[in-house]
């Protein structure tokens, strides 16, 4: 078993990773997207050399499935002959609309680019686990906050103008706000992070950086120049008053800090209660689904339903929006694709294009709310039929699915299609469909039915939902009132 086969790695086009239904490759264009032609020349390998299932992940990356070993190879080599430069090293995103949206604060690319080429030159990505990742977020109407990191980068407007907040760990509402600063400390601050998680070994992520280190990063530019980028500790991995500078500001004359304070935060930096808790305004997180207009033309929105779709039904998509004058195709987080360049008609005659393919077209579709992995028969892995039992609740249940439940049906207990917590989960085992109630797909479930029985006990738990829910309460509310051992009940009630 190679380093990348192991649950948890980055499948890259170079060393791909064996799943239960074959090696799969992830990738993410260098140019941020597509051309239609690549597109379908993509979708062709995947039915030459995989198992002719595509997928776009949840962050928004490509994925092709059933390869084996020479496949594999095969496909790298295409990839190759259609053009198509592929990132490699640590992950420095932005959002899917990045410099085109008219609503964003600020055209995040050129500060990702520079932290891109910060990283590569302080040689960090050897040292790092492969999904730890940076993301760089301009604002607009498609942010990337639903989207976990390890550093966040958000464009905030202020009385000085356009600056940038950081936070470490988490997704838009979770991660630990560090404060708000001018864009040259934004990119020193999120490499010393980066270089902090270096020191901690492959398997660390900043999650697990300490009080003390969270503290030294929020204090450290208030009294060291914007264009300097403090040195680690070998040891401890915290930011040292020490010298020689980093290679981002070599020739760079400053005069050293006598002393590195480590106090609460405050003043500027200051995102922290005194307990840790972060100080946080809910923001909502649109759907990447739908017509957005751009600074030239406009875009259309197409979601795949759980993340995955047959190749040739990608292909006749992309062929009529080639048709239709579709300039770029960008992969979107939350398992989406952007057609870009379309007039208004070419929107909405490729969207119905979509829906007759059996493409996501309305940010509202039921199948939008649950994850669900290939499962059986698709994945040897796969104890249940997932993509049914998920298509046969989102059409009986479209009215309790709504934006505040996660519903996850995982074919085994790897829970690859939603690696985190979910108000229910599904998941398959010896003993049938398991019942999960607010947890991952490895705990132990409270309740089984047979898995071609699971959309069921779903059903029984909806019915409950719809009986005991108050005007206005959310579907996540209401399991709560329920309880878990209520839920579980349920599930298992004939």
Known sequence: MN???????????????????GLLVRLNPVAGGLSSKSLIGLGESALRHGNGIMEVTARGSLQIRGLTQASAQLLAMEVDTLGIAVRTGVPVE????????????????????????AIEDARLAQRLGPKVSVIVDGGGRL?????????????????????????????????TLLGTVEEDAAR???????????????????????????TSLASWHSFAPPSVLPDIS??????????????????????????????PQVGEMSGRTEGGAVKRLPVPTRFPIGIFDLTDGRALGIGLPFGSMPAKNLIDLTQHAL???????????????LFLGLSPTACH????????????????????KIAACPGAPACASGRIATRDIAETIAAQNRDILDSSLTLHISGCAKGCAHPGQAALTLVGGENGAGLVVDGRAKALPTGYRAGYDAARGIDSIAAAIRKARLRGETTAACLTRLGAGGVAELYRQE
């Open 143 to 175: 942010t990337m906050n639903a989207v976990t990191a390890d550093v966040r980068l958000a464009a905030m407007r202020t009385g000085a103008g356009t600056q940038w907040q950081v936070a470490v760990a988490g997704d838009g509402q979770t991660a």
């Open 188 to 214: 020193d601050i999120a490499v010393a992070i980066i270089r902090m998680v270096a020191e901690k070994g492959r398997e660390a992520h900043a999650r697990d950086l300490t009080e003390r280190q969270l």
């Open 94 to 117: 932005t959002g899917p609309l990045a410099g085109l949206d008219p609503k964003e604060i600020a055209d995040p690319r050129p500060l990702a680019e520079r932290i891109r080429k």
């Open 3 to 21: 380093a990348f086969s192991r649950r948890g790695a980055c499948p890259a086009l170079s060393a791909p990773m064996e799943t239960g239904d």
């Open 234 to 263: 070998p040891t401890r991995g915290e930011i040292a008053p020490s010298f020689p500078l980093s290679p981002i500001a070599k020739g760079a004359e400053v005069e050293p800090p006598a002393k590195l304070p480590i106090s």
């Open 323 to 337: 048709t239709l004058g579709a300039t770029e195709i960008r992969l979107a987080p939350q398992r989406t694709l």
């Open 349 to 368: 005659s490729l969207q119905q294009a979509a829906v007759a393919l059996g493409f996501v077209t309305d940010a509202a579709d039921p199948r939008t």
